[in-house]
């Protein structure tokens, strides 16, 4: 049987993560918090966050910012996209 949790950023009861997807404190507040398809959210804006401001992840200052948006996208009312971006086929 699924582990379920409510979701915070669907705000439904939804299928939880297997594992926390990311060390320490945060990592456990994900997993106890966000549902997979929030999950699969994050990964998308997040390379859209890599590809649009060209971000290499090795990078600690680059790290930093990656963190900083992931805890806004879950627990600090979202995440925001570049001014510039255009979604493909507009």
């Known amino acids: ?4 949790v409510k ?8 299928e939880g ?3 926390a997807p990311y060390p ?5 507040r994900i997993y106890e918090n966000v549902s997979k398809e929030a999950w699969q959210r994050w ?6 966050l890599l ?3 060209r971000l290499t992840p ?3 200052k680059a790290r930093k910012f990656l963190v900083q948006e992931m805890e806004k996208f879950f627990f600090g009312g979202g995440s925001d996209k570049p001014a510039e971006f255009k ?4």
């Open 87 to 90: 979604p493909e086929g507009e």
């Open 58 to 60: 090795i990078e600690p």
């Open 51 to 53: 590809n649009e401001y």
């Open 1 to 4: 049987m699924a582990r379920m």
């Open 24 to 28: 320490g404190e945060l990592g456990q």
């Open 43 to 48: 990964l998308k804006h997040q390379t859209m």
């Open 7 to 14: 979701c915070v950023l669907l705000g439904v009861e939804a």
């Open 17 to 19: 993560l297997d594992y």
